[in-house]
């Protein structure tokens, strides 16, 4: 059974620093694996998509590796802002047939001005 | 344009109330899925539709009941629930079922049973 851990549960930190978001996943038999931003009260906004045979994305800011064999992908924040204050959620795609998503708890992360 | 809409934004109403939630996506997407979210917990999958039709319940009680009138839309139909039922309901859509296409999620509909 495929069971995914974000760690840290919470980040605080300055504006400006890099920070690194960490998620793992018991299954490497994944189809691919997708990070999402959660504002309060609001619904997911897909951040980054990998798919199984990539080993990283880029968008602006942001940049997610991804370690099949370890079970291991990380969501980097360049220069953060406080307008990034969020949770993020990373999520793995294991089913070739139901594009079933399986959540991590997330990270709850601020960024102090 | 990557958008699912859903609505109603807000719903309250009693254990005994019939309510629908309303999802809509026009990105010729063929695959739809609801999910159930809880204070400060992850989104659950609670139901899929691929190519209009039902192909995943997760063993969601039957005061919950899907319909898909159509491709682009995906209604939830909402009998007798309970005050634990009270969550977000997220929808999402993806371009087609199965494991590598991109989900892309609504802005969920926030429902207090009660």
């Known amino acids: 059974k495929q069971e995914v851990t974000q760690i840290p549960a919470a980040l605080s930190v300055p504006e400006g620093e890099n920070l690194v978001l960490n998620c793992s996943f018991t299954?490497?038999?994944?189809?691919?694996l997708q990070w999402f931003r959660q504002d309060p009260g609001k619904g997911l906004t897909s951040l980054l998509l990998i798919q199984s045979s990539q080993r990283e994305q880029t968008s602006g800011r942001l940049n997610a590796s991804l370690d099949k064999s370890s079970g291991r992908s990380t969501l980097y924040i360049a220069a953060s802002q406080p307008g990034d204050s969020a949770t993020y959620l990373c999520a793995v795609s294991s089913s070739s047939n139901t594009g079933k998503l399986i959540f991590g708890q997330g990270t709850t992360l601020q960024v102090k001005p | 344009d990557t958008e699912v809409t859903q609505t109603p934004k807000h719903l309250v109403m009693g254990m005994t109330n019939k309510k629908s939630l309303k999802c809509e996506q026009h990105?010729?997407?063929?695959?739809m899925y609801w999910y159930k979210q809880k204070a400060k917990k992850p989104p659950e999958l609670m139901f899929v539709y691929s190519y209009e039709k039902l192909s995943i319940n997760e063993s969601v009680p039957s005061r919950f009941s899907p319909e898909c009138p159509n491709s682009s839309l995906l209604n939830l139909h909402l009998h007798a629930l309970q005050p634990e039922d009270s969550a977000l309901y997220l929808c999402?859509?993806?371009?087609?079922?199965?494991?590598?296409?991109?989900?892309?999620f609504g802005p969920g509909t926030r429902l207090t049973v009660t």
């Open positions: 990105m010729g997407h063929r695959a």
């Open positions: 299954d490497s038999a994944i189809y691919n």
């Open positions: 999402a859509s993806s371009q087609g079922p199965g494991g590598p296409w991109e989900q892309y």
